[in-house]
């Protein structure tokens, strides 16, 4: 658990130096990274060395976090609908991937294709159509 902790800790400065060198000049910024880079070595090792023993490299340091383009929004489902997502999401994502060689993620493409599509899908619906909707649900 204390390490799971840690790597979070970790995630977080590194986000929070990103940030603040966005905004700082370049000469402060190489200056402060310089001297956080002396403090935190030993984490930083000990993270290059677990990627090194698995073979795999951290997805986050190589494109940007989806934290930094997205909000994240939480919501409930009834638990036979999250289902019925997560099976959808695993259909699609494998046909996707075989058609195209990469992997769709599922927070930064699946979820914004399934809101989006169903905002459209509501878009037009008068309060009616909704209500009827809602009892096709069994709401």
Do not use: W
Request: hydrophobic share 20%.
């Amino acid at each position: 658990m204390s390490d799971r902790a840690s790597r979070l800790r970790e995630r977080r400065n590194q986000s929070k130096e990103k940030a603040q060198s966005q905004v700082e000049p370049e000469s402060d910024s190489e200056d402060r990274e310089s001297q956080e880079s002396e403090e935190s070595k030993p984490s930083k090792t000990s993270k290059t060395e677990k990627t090194s023993k698995t073979g795999e490299t951290d997805s986050s340091q190589e494109s940007t976090s989806l934290k930094d383009e997205q909000v994240g929004t939480y919501l409930y489902l009834p638990e036979e609908q999250r289902d019925e997502m997560n099976f959808r999401y695993k259909m699609i994502s494998a046909e996707y991937e075989r058609e195209f060689g990469e992997s769709l993620e599922k927070n930064r493409h699946y979820y914004p294709l399934v809101i989006e599509y169903g905002l459209d899908c509501l878009e037009d619906a008068t309060p009616q159509e909704v209500r009827e909707m809602l009892e096709e649900l069994e709401y």
